[in-house]
């Protein structure tokens, strides 16, 4: 058995608490043997390190990898399974029914529908519940007449969804023959790590607003800030459909605003904007001003030396940092100045500095068993994951089961990510995630209190596009 270190950057909690949940929806029956197959293809013989087990190493309790030498026939590379529903998808649940992008922003049903159409009930629901020898990818295939799902939960202590993708892109490489890209990072470090924390000043490291290393007792005053919220006010989720033809416009009419102001163009992209409309939408019930600790997931494939590529093409674990801005909001705060700042903290993070000293404090806290959130005592936060990156090349098209209705000849394939990531006890109203982005607009797992989600839809009503947001 071989034993692999875990780096620390993918240990900062809750993550390995955590089992991403991803549905790639496709509109054709796939090949349930042959992917198989090709999954089992790509663990045994290609990327060994996807069949390891996560466990508590014996000497100092820290996560680790364990590995076989060799993997015998009985040996479980993933859990799989699969079933045939002789119906149409549009059957099954209403969050699946597209919405018209002419129609507008759409509150669909939410994501916990999606789970509990697609996820296997038996299913560990985060880490915790792993039996065990658990392997760290669960994969269960449903296809019906007119479309696949195939859902995957992974543990995020080994990948984050650009990870997820890379793997799904060897395994359909599989598929049509050909070799997988060499695996990077099996038993090595390959985030920058020259510098450690105690390389930087005091100033770079203790940032307020920013991920840092809190002190003894802080983070209890950070929670109090928000106890009384999570007492009066219960929770609302849906997906919310955004078209791409507001979201751009939106982008183009700030951009020349932020332009004008500060003399040159801000660079917003889509992104920004949906950052800014979430921030908000998720403030829109409160009256008094709040200082908040707005973060955003910085991904740092094709931004570091050691992941350009190809070497990006073969690494699926971790690669995420936190770029934060903190400001005072009010309901004034338009999505132009939201987005401004969330731009400007994007720049800052993958500067080669930011990056060090983001990277060097993550590993920091880990030691010293702190947990990510970033936010200051008594004051508020909000956080934005966004997936959509991380789906671009990926086809399923090798997977089509061709069938006699189509002649032998397989069709397009439009595909619909949705998916969640986090641990059950965490409120969501305090984070969201742009689950895909399609050709009509994104798609965004969104939760806020009863409250809010009623002033969210009432100003909707009267400024359907957002005009003047």
Known sequence: METIPIPLTDLIAPIPNIRTRTFFIVNDRLDIDALRNALTDLIRNHWRKLGARVVRGTKNGQWEYHLPKTFDDEYVLFNWTSEDSEASIGTVTESLKRPSPDSGIAFLQPIND????????????????????????YVHIRTFTDATVIAISMLHVFGDQLGLANIVKAWMGILDGKTPPPFVGYDEEV???DKAFADFPKQDTYRKGRIRVRRFGEYALVLLGFILELILHGEESHIIFFPLKMVESLRERTSKELEQKHGADPGLSHADILTGILTKFAHMYKTSPVTISLSQTVNLRGRVPQLLSPARDGYIHNALIYATSRYRHSRSTSVGEIAYLNRQAVNEALTTKGSDIGLAVMREKVKRGQSLHICEPFEKSYGVTNWCGAWKGVDFTNAVKTGEEQGGKTRPLDMLVLGFGGERKTPKRFHSTVMCKTSDGYWVDFTTSRKGMKAIKDYIASDPALERY
């Open 191 to 193: 985030l920058p790590h």
């Open 114 to 137: 999606v789970d509990s159409c697609f996820r296997p009930a038996d299913w560990p629901f985060e880490q915790k519940d792993d039996p065990a020898d658990a392997p760290i990818l």
